[in-house]
Every structure is written in structure tokens, then in C-alpha cells.
């Protein structure tokens, strides 16, 4: 794996410093703290890199880490077949291509002391191919103009484009538990357009800490956005409507509230969790609140020995039995036999309707229709 090294501008965070060109220095004020949720990704990636080492034939020893389980072994196949199959494809444009693992990518031409580790990278006369793991389930991530595949092909460029006649840049995300491969395709000309002329100058904005605040869908994961101002400003324009009920609404206010509620709603709760957690680790006083404990359930102290008890006292009902999880039982049989053996007995209902920005990718329903399946409210 590649050192745990960061640049100040990084590949990953590039879609918030090229939208929010300060945002980068500001997070320098703040700790760097890695989730669950990164830790986790990080221990996928490690995998990964072992699985295609001992693909390509390199030598290379299984990490262990506490997350490893069936579903990361399975997700993690699935992206070295993909990769092998990827490989495959490349042998069409030349005969013996180059497959680079967690590479290091320097891109510092364009962007200040720019660098990035791509996961994997394929090398052939006409197309470069970028692939990027992504572990994480919450977000989907899509390769169309993804700044950090962008970057990383930059990096690739500069190491192999007098080497190889590469005219095409293909880019691929793989998040196997979103269910989402998402490629998207790029003549050089363009890639190295976009970056003289959007890229270099909101990258040299960015390095010196220049330019404004723009609050966005970006914020999501920067240190800084629960005590940005720019951030916090724009949410609380939503206070203009001063709480009125739907009904006292135009459509067009609420259209608007509909653009700007799911990042108020991720900012309020984050706003909540750090003074949560100041109050409980820093002793920090909020005019207005208190700490209390929260609620808990009741639980068994040694399952074993209750159910000694409870069957000596003649009560001999006291287990359940149910089918494991479809996702498990998939696991289990593998996608080949499950769909073999189980396929005519599985069914996926219609989700319930819900509303979507335009650019989800799901089809449109018709509100008519849908409003049968609910029980009308009546005054």
C-alpha cells in the first residue's frame, strides 16, 4: 500500500477545492479523523491490491483487519474480475499492456504539489484505462467528469504518454455495494484542455487560500462545514419563510426548499453531533441544554445460562427460527446457484414513491397513479 501521505490539494477532495477554492486551507484548521466508514474502505482497498497482486503474478501476503468478512471477500472478487476482464479488453489496443496497482500519480503541473494512488491503472497504445474502488455504499459515485479519475489521468499521462500513443481516456468507477460500474470516456485533447483552462487556475486559487466560500453538495465531507459560515449562511436563508405550513407556500418556494432541505438536514445534524460530542468529551456547556443518559434496552447478561433457567422453570418455547437474509443466502449458494435454485421464488415489490432530484437516474412514476397504494388523509 501507498504511504498514508495527503497533498494539501488531493485527487479526492478536488471536486470541493475546485467548487470551493478556499475550502482546502480552512480544513487545515481542523483534525483529521478517519470514520467507520474510511477505516473500513481503507481495509477493502488493501485487499484488493493483494488480490490483483496475486493476479498479476506478483508476490504479495493477505492483509488481515478487523472488517474482513464474506461480503468484503465477494465485493473485493468482483472488482479483480472486473479489472482481469479490463486487461483482457486492453490486449486488443497492444499485446503486452501495463497494469500498474495503488500507483503513485504526480499532477503537480497542473495543480500545486498535486499527487494522487490510483488504484488501478492500464496502459495501451490508444486508451488509458483509470479504474477507482469505491467501498463506501452511502454515496453514489459516478466516473462522468469525476474531477479525481480526471486528475489521476493527468498523472498517467505524464508518465506514459511519450511511451504509448494514447488518444483516449477511459475512466471507471467500481462501487459493487451500490451495484454501480460506471465508466465514462475522454479524448487526451479534451482532458488536457479542461485542465490548462479550468483546472490550473482553480488549482492555484485553492493553493493560496484565494477566492470565495461557495456552499454546495461538496460540503459533505469537509472538516470544516460545520463551522462555515458561507455554509451556514445560505442554510439558514430557508428562515425568509418563516416556518409557514406547505399550504402558504408558491410552488415555487417550495421548489426551492426541495433544492436546499437535504443538505440542511446532513448540516443540522452535524451541527447537533459536534455539540454532542463537545459536551461529552470537552465538557462543553450549551446555554439551554443539558447532558443526560440516553435510553437503553434491557439485555441478557449470559444467554446460555438464561436459557438453562428459563427451561429448568419447564418454559420450552423460547427460541426463534427464521430463513437468513436474501443477501446472505446469495453469499452462501453464490450468485450462479442462488439464481438457480431460489430465482423463481424471489420477487422485488415496488419501492414506495419517493421524491428525487431530476438528475436521479431511476424513472419518473406518475403521482396519479402511485397515490392509490396510500391512504388519503381527509379533514
Known amino acids: 500500500m501507498a504511504p498514508n501521505a495527503h497533498a494539501l490539494l488531493s485527487a479526492s477532495s478536488a471536486h470541493r477545492w475546485l ?10 484548521e481542523f483534525e483529521d479523523r478517519e470514520t467507520e466508514a474510511a477505516a473500513e474502505g481503507t481495509a ?18 493477505k492483509p488481515v483487519s478487523k472488517y474482513d468478512s464474506d461480503e468484503m471477500d465477494g465485493y473485493t472478487d468482483d472488482y479483480v474480475q472486473f479489472v482481469a476482464e479490463a486487461i483482457t479488453e486492453s490486449k486488443n489496443y497492444c499485446k503486452d499492456p501495463t497494469v500498474l496497482i495503488e500507483q503513485r500519480l504526480d499532477f503537480s503541473c497542473y495543480v500545486p504539489e498535486g499527487f494522487g494512488t490510483g488504484d488501478c491503472i492500464i496502459v495501451s497504445d490508444k486508451l488509458l ?11 453514489l459515485v459516478e466516473a462522468e467528469e469525476n474531477p479525481q479519475m480526471m486528475l489521476y489521468a493527468l498523472g498517467a499521462l505524464r508518465l506514459f504518454d511519450s511511451l504509448y500513443s494514447i488518444d483516449t481516456v477511459s475512466m471507471t468507477i467500481f462501487q459493487p455495494r451500490r451495484e454501480n460500474v460506471s465508466t465514462w470516456t475522454i479524448g487526451v485533447d479534451e482532458l488536457k484542455e479542461w485542465a490548462d483552462k479550468t483546472l490550473k487556475p482553480r ?6 487560500g484565494k477566492g470565495d466560500y461557495i456552499p454546495g453538495s461538496w460540503c459533505q465531507f469537509c472538516k470544516a462545514a460545520v463551522k462555515c459560515r458561507a455554509r451556514a449562511e445560505e442554510n439558514l436563508k430557508l428562515a425568509q419563510f418563516e416556518f409557514k405550513m406547505p399550504a402558504l407556500l408558491s410552488d415555487e418556494e417550495i421548489e426551492d426548499i426541495l433544492s436546499k432541505i437535504d ?27 443539558k447532558l443526560v443518559a440516553g435510553r437503553s434496552n434491557r439485555k441478557y447478561t449470559d444467554e446460555a445460562a438464561v436459557a438453562q433457567a428459563a427451561i429448568g ?32 421464488f424471489i420477487t422485488k415489490p415496488q419501492g414506495k414513491p419517493t421524491l428525487v432530484p ?8 406518475n403521482g ?3 397515490k392509490n397504494d396510500f391512504t388519503e388523509i381527509k379533514e
Open 313 to 344: 422453570a419447564g418454559y420450552k418455547d423460547i427460541y426463534k427460527k427464521s430463513l437468513i437474509s436474501i443477501t446472505e443466502m446469495e453469499k452462501l449458494m453464490g450468485k450462479k446457484q442462488f439464481s438457480e435454485i431460489l430465482g423463481s
Open 19 to 28: 467548487c470551493c477554492t478556499p475550502s482546502a486551507r480552512l480544513e487545515q
Open 368 to 370: 396519479t397513479g402511485a
Open 358 to 365: 431530476a438528475s436521479d437516474k431511476r424513472k419518473a412514476i
Open 44 to 61: 477493502a482497498h488493501a485487499l484488493c491490491e493483494h488480490k490483483l497482486r496475486r493476479l498479476l503474478k506478483q508476490r504479495s501476503k
Open 263 to 289: 443538505d440542511l438536514t446532513k448540516w443540522a445534524k452535524k451541527i447537533f453531533a459536534y455539540a454532542q460530542e463537545a459536551s461529552i468529551n470537552h465538557g462543553k456547556e450549551w446555554s439551554g441544554f
Open 129 to 139: 484505462h483509470i479504474i477507482d474502488f469505491k467501498y463506501g455504499q452511502g454515496v
Open 203 to 208: 488549482a492555484e486559487l485553492a493553493f493560496s
